[in-house]
């Protein structure tokens, strides 16, 4: 084989690398959410934070720039929303007391920026004869949850759909203009229809699991939602995360279409992962 072969064989190896990079086929899915991870993360972060409080604080700016940005281009497209997206503060550097009743969870309680907080989509796709899980998250997640007398009466939760990010640059930009169309429809609301009873906090390291009913909107779409949530305390936030799976066709979204693409599930699983303080 002489030299020519080789040097061509060597370019097609590296475009088809390419190619399976921004597909994303290179890069493992990220795992679905865990209550457990979820502490744990934040956990190490308070950490990392109290070890350097002199840190550079230039790409907290830059996050916070980012989001800003985002939710000006939304509102610029979504002045009819249900509900409004308003990026949320960050965790203080230090934590709050620790809750060891359910009566110390009354009182308003704010989705904050987080390393675990995010919401996004989970689907199963084929990819030029391969099976793939596609994979998007948006770390824009705002809102708010009322508790008064160990009931949860009142959550309202909004996504920054403009932020979803997967794998995939070339999936990112479809999904502007097709299937969720969040260029049209930027932003995600959940809206909390009956109260939530919390009888006891759970052990310590352990979950309270619940369901949560309420009205789901997507892609200018509302449907009667009932989520799987699990969740739990650790040194005054709040943890939160569930799923539930979204039929596309009711929310009126259409599969998205490419040439690598030979087919799209049917349903979607949305998930998410919230941090929250008093």
């Given at each position: 084989?002489?030299?020519?072969?080789?040097?061509?064989?060597?370019?097609?190896?590296?475009?088809?690398?390419?190619?399976?990079?921004?597909?994303?086929?290179?890069?493992?899915?990220?795992?679905?959410?865990?209550?457990?991870?979820?502490?744990?993360?934040?956990?190490?972060?308070?950490?990392?934070?109290?070890?350097?409080?002199?840190?550079?604080?230039?790409?907290?700016?830059?996050?916070?720039?980012?989001?800003?940005?985002?939710?000006?281009?939304?509102?610029?497209?979504?002045?009819?929303?249900?509900?409004?997206?308003?990026?949320?503060?960050?965790?203080?550097?230090?934590?709050?007391?620790?809750?060891?009743?359910?009566?110390?969870?009354?009182?308003?309680?704010?989705?904050?920026?987080?390393?675990?907080?995010?919401?996004?989509?989970?689907?199963?796709?084929?990819?030029?004869?391969?099976?793939?899980?596609?994979?998007?998250?948006?770390?824009?997640v705002g809102g708010s949850v009322t508790i008064a007398g160990g009931s949860i009466d009142e959550a309202q939760i909004a996504v920054d759909l403009v932020g979803l990010t997967s794998d995939s640059r070339i999936r990112d930009e479809q999904l502007k203009r097709q299937a969720l169309e969040t260029t049209k429809f930027p932003t995600a609301c959940f809206s909390l229809s009956e109260p939530i009873v919390i009888?006891?906090?759970?052990?310590?390291?352990?979950?309270?699991?619940?369901?949560?009913?309420?009205?789901?909107?997507?892609?200018?779409?509302?449907?009667?939602?009932?989520?799987?949530?699990?969740?739990?305390?650790?040194?005054?936030?709040?943890?939160?995360?569930?799923?539930?799976?979204?039929?596309?066709?009711?929310?009126?979204?259409?599969?998205?279409?490419?040439?690598?693409?030979?087919?799209?599930?049917?349903?979607?699983?949305?998930?998410?992962?919230?941090?929250?303080?008093?």
């Open positions: 084989m002489n030299g020519r072969v080789l040097g061509a064989l060597a370019v097609f190896g590296l475009i088809v690398l390419v190619i399976a990079w921004q597909l994303g086929l290179l890069t493992p899915e990220p795992d679905e959410v865990n209550l457990a991870d979820a502490v744990a993360t934040q956990t190490e972060t308070n950490d990392d934070q109290s070890s350097d409080n002199t840190g550079d604080t230039g790409d907290t700016t830059d996050t916070e720039s980012d989001a800003t940005t985002s939710t000006t281009a939304a509102a610029a497209n979504d002045s009819q929303a249900p509900c409004v997206y308003e990026p949320p503060e960050p965790v203080g550097d230090e934590p709050s007391d620790d809750i060891s009743d359910v009566a110390q969870l009354d009182g308003r309680w704010l989705v904050r920026q987080a390393e675990s907080t995010f919401a996004g989509y989970r689907i199963d796709e084929i990819l030029s004869g391969a099976d793939f899980t596609a994979v998007g998250r948006s770390s824009g009888d006891a906090l759970p052990a310590d390291g352990d979950a309270l699991s619940v369901d949560a009913s309420g009205s789901l909107h997507i892609h200018g779409v509302d449907q009667p939602v009932t989520i799987a949530l699990e969740a739990t305390v650790s040194e005054g936030l709040l943890f939160v995360v569930g799923s539930t799976d979204v039929a596309l066709a009711d929310f009126d979204i259409e599969k998205p279409s490419a040439p690598s693409v030979a087919d799209v599930s049917d349903t979607a699983v949305m998930e998410f992962s919230l941090v929250l303080s008093g």
